[in-house]
């Protein structure tokens, strides 16, 4: 137990990330405006991999319909020594009227218990808005509150000023951690007006007792919202490690180094130095990059995630790497899209199938005795997408908190031109 602290305040510009959320598909004939937007509760990141999140994950994105509005909401989230949180509300909206178009994103998380007490939110909400005036002007805000917040025992602010730090230290001076409050970032991105609010974050920076390794990180409060200028068309896209959902379809693990293209042209890369689901698969090092161009003319998305060293049951199913690697294009206005799959496997294993290898053709169904049905090298096609999703394994009895029925994926790329 950390004996005492001090909480030293300093400003600190900490550059938040604009993600969209991709969504139902939708052709633009003409020019029209874009938007997306999306906002959830916690996302907790402890030695690499993501233990829990983005929690109450409310998202529209990619679209150039208005008038929607989406919300989420969940009970208590616990992540032993590194977050406790109540309830979590959130919501995403778009609206169009006389004045122009605008989007809205928001997330409240009450009951907020960070680092074994040491930092404390009564109630943490964020809140990003975007909106695009009928004569083209683009304006866009950030609201973060903290009511009740403590570091390290010492009241603050509930508005705290823009992308400050407050750096906690223990007695002797060491670095324990840093709490980032009411981070935000704004800023015209090509087609793009993108504004991000992340409420507060909490980045592990020294040794400590609680057992979180240096560099684990607590988010609390994540809204971002994008609105572009008019535009021929959109694409859209995603990419991650690993993910689990229950039979109901209900998220039992989120997804894990999860990226998006930008809607409207862009790159982004998510990293995480393992990933998995709790004891049922484990993975090396994983990297999902993503990257977007859109002009007067042509169109186009990639989406390519890899993954080191991928087991299934502690080796059942195994591979030296994975890699989902996807893209559409679409050369100019009209013409016919390129749908491109290169998914492909490395050492591809499966202990008692000795004639599986990773050459496996796409859609190969297999019964693994254990497991449950498993789809290797998934693939969906339209003449527009392509959505693939490398190992998808349909348990036929439980794992741990995973009931008979739980889908879990490894190595999934999808792109789209939408």
Do not use: W
Not at 271 to 291: D, F, I, R, W, Y
Not at 293 to 317: C, D, E, M, Q, Y
């Amino acid at each position: 137990m950390i004996r005492k602290l001090t909480a030293v305040l300093s400003a600190a510009a900490v550059a938040g990330l604009a993600v969209p959320i991709s969504a139902t598909p939708a052709t633009a004939a003409t020019a029209s405006t874009g938007v997306s937007a999306s906002a959830y509760g916690t996302y907790v990141v402890v030695g690499g991999l993501a233990r829990s999140g983005p929690t109450a994950l409310a998202a529209i994105g990619c679209t150039t319909a208005f008038g929607r509005t989406v919300t989420g909401s969940t009970a208590a989230v616990n992540v032993p020594a590194a977050a406790s949180v109540g309830v979590t509300r959130t919501s995403a909206s778009s609206a169009k009227s006389a004045s122009g178009h605008s989007s809205r994103a928001s997330s409240t998380t009450s009951g907020v218990n960070l680092l074994g007490g040491l930092v404390r939110a009564d109630a943490v909400t964020s809140t990003s808005s975007a909106a695009r005036s009928t004569a083209g002007a683009l304006t866009g805000g950030n609201q973060s509150q903290l009511v009740g917040l403590k570091v390290g025992g010492r009241a603050l602010n509930a508005v705290p000023a823009p992308n400050s730090a407050i750096s906690l230290k223990t007695s002797t001076g060491a670095a324990l951690a840093t709490v980032y409050l009411n981070q935000q970032t704004k800023a015209v991105v090509g087609n793009d007006l993108q504004v991000s609010t992340v409420a507060l974050r909490v980045v592990v920076t020294g040794k400590n007792s609680l057992g979180l390794p240096i560099g684990s990180r607590i988010d609390v409060g994540v809204s971002r919202t994008t609105l572009s200028r008019p535009i021929l068309g959109l694409v859209s896209g995603a990419g991650y490690a690993t993910s689990a959902t229950l039979a109901n379809g209900a998220v039992a693990t989120s997804r894990t180094a999860l990226a998006y293209p930008p809607c409207t042209g862009g790159s982004g890369k998510a990293t995480l130095a393992t990933a998995g689901v709790p004891g049922l698969v484990s993975t090396g090092t994983t990297t999902t990059e993503v990257l977007s161009k859109v002009t007067t003319l042509t169109r186009s998305s990639s989406v390519k995630n890899t993954i080191a060293g991928p087991r299934v049951l502690g080796g059942l199913i195994s591979a030296d790497a994975v890699i989902a690697d996807t893209s559409v294009s679409q050369a100019a206005p009209g013409a016919v899209p390129v749908v491109t799959d290169r998914s492909r496997f490395v050492g591809l294993r499966i202990v008692g199938l000795p004639a599986i290898s990773s050459s496996v053709k796409p859609n190969t169904v297999i019964t693994v005795p254990g497991l449950g049905r498993v789809t290797l090298h998934k693939v969906v096609r339209t003449s527009k997408s392509v959505d693939v999703v490398m190992v998808e394994i349909v348990t036929n009895r439980a794992f741990g908190s995973l009931p008979t029925g739980s889908v879990i994926r490894v190595g999934a790329s999808a792109t789209t031109l939408l």
